[in-house]
């Protein structure tokens, strides 16, 4: 992705629909031998990857205009997640949970480490072993069975997103109650109860930390409008302040962003809230102000590195605590290669602003940081180069082009440095 930065940012952009909502939605039509239909979908690599692990598990998943997807799996031919899926999409791990309760077998491949950090899922096994699956791990592969699963006190030590989100399917479809203690209260976790509802599932207390559960026999088919991505919208925030300017951010749920917004406010950056738009309006100069990550409600550690792109341009000092994850400052070296001023002290990155950035080759190494990089091109003088951007297209609806309809000057080129015509987003 090429980026010329120092334009400013004018007009409206839209935001798609959450992908870390979408990818448990369509894991969720595995509980079900019924269509189910959803809408708003962004067409990111992580979906086409989902979509491919249900296809060979033996649904048939079938992409139309527009962001939707219908999903039919009549009949599960096969209950194993293999590793080069996993490997490249830790959120398969999703398909656990509805293989257990729909078929009472599962075989499904450790994720191992990644990018941000070792993400264990021994809080998943754990609890789907209280609901009565013998679980082993043999090379590699999780392998668990069961009869029935049955309803089951869950209390969760850390706070888990797709933890959370495994065990509110297996339980949907177990016999008797299950109740879930410290869940996450994500909206993504919102989001896949209102699915699982609409599929005759029993869930209260979504959004909160106590869920309760009561299993039923079958679920039926639904159709299902998935929430706006509060990633998507806080990183846009975040890129007209950066860049300066004045949007329309349009299609975003802003209520799902309370920490963000407060959080960028207080730097100096003017946000109005609609019901479902924001306008924001870049101050002349920002402050500087600390952030922790913490689960939702808290500032997501999603935009830890989209904001510490923010605060290399903010005057004063910040500091930023990582919580969640104990290597997401993947960023910060190709930042620093920029001209960015940020030590790291363990969990805490302290930043001095503002540092002027410069154009430069940098490499981006998940989708955050990715997000992150161009951010700080959007504001750097000259060229910036970011390579290896098939992690923003994992998560990302065509980013390129969205920025580009607010006037940033951003392509996507090849390695010889050409343009690239055709969409990478894997659509
Ligand atoms: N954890 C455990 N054991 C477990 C599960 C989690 O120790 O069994 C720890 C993790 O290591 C981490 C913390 O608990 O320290 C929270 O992890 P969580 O399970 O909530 O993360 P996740 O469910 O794997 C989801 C999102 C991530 C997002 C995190 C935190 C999806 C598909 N992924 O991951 O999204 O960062 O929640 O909000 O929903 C992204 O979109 O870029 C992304 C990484």
Excluded: W
Aim: neutral net charge; glycine residues 10%; contains cysteine.
């Amino acid at each position: 992705m090429r980026i010329v930065g120092g334009r400013p940012l004018e007009g409206t952009v839209r935001i798609s629909g959450a992908k870390n909502a979408s990818l448990p939605d369509l894991c969720a039509t595995l509980l079900t031998d019924q269509t189910v239909r959803l809408s708003n979908v962004p067409e990111v690599r992580d979906i086409r990857t989902l979509a491919r692990l249900l296809s060979d598990l033996g649904a048939c998943v079938r992409f139309e205009v527009g962001g939707i997807i219908e999903a039919r799996a009549a009949d599960i031919t096969s209950v194993e997640a293999p590793y080069e899926l996993v490997k490249t999409m830790r959120a398969s791990v999703l398909v656990l949970g509805p293989l257990l309760a729909r078929c009472g077998k599962a075989r499904v491949s450790l994720p191992g480490g990644c990018a941000i950090g070792a993400r264990p899922i021994n809080l998943h096994l754990q609890a789907l072993e209280k609901m009565g699956a013998r679980i082993r791990v043999e090379s590699g592969f999780v392998e668990a069975q069961c009869e029935r699963l049955r309803g089951a006190e869950i209390y969760f030590d850390t706070v888990t997103v797709t933890g959370t989100e495994n065990v509110m399917m297996a339980a949907a479809l177990a016999d008797g109650e299950t109740v879930v203690r410290n869940a996450a209260c994500e909206p993504e976790i919102g989001d896949l109860a209102e699915l699982l509802n609409a599929m005759g599932a029993r869930i209260q207390g979504a959004g909160g930390s106590t869920l309760r559960i009561e299993g039923v026999t079958s679920l039926r088919g639904a159709e299902h409008k998935v929430v706006p991505d509060r990633i998507e919208t806080g990183t846009f925030i975040a890129a007209c302040a950066i860049a300066g300017g004045d949007i329309e951010i349009r299609d975003c749920h802003p209520s799902h962003l309370r920490a963000v917004i407060e959080k960028i406010r207080e730097t100096g950056v003017r946000i109005e809230e609609g019901p479902d738009n924001l306008r924001v309006r870049s101050p002349r100069a920002m402050k500087a102000s600390s952030v922790s990550t913490l689960p939702y409600p808290g500032f997501p550690t999603d935009m830890q590195a989209q904001y510490m792109a923010l605060m290399t341009q903010a005057t004063g000092t910040s500091t930023l605590t990582e919580t969640i994850f104990e290597n997401r400052y993947m960023h910060v070296a190709e930042l620093q290669r920029m001209g960015a001023s940020v030590r790291v002290e363990g969990r805490t990155a302290i930043v001095t602003g503002a540092a002027p950035l410069s154009g430069a080759q940098v490499m981006a190494t998940d989708l955050r940081a990715s997000a992150s990089l161009v951010l700080a091109g959007l504001a750097a003088t000259g060229t910036t180069i970011v390579n290896r951007v098939y992690h923003l297209d994992r998560g990302y609806f065509r980013i390129d082009e969205k920025l580009r309809g607010l006037g940033a000057d951003i392509e996507r080129i090849d390695e010889k440095g050409g343009p690239v015509p055709a969409r990478e987003d894997g659509a």
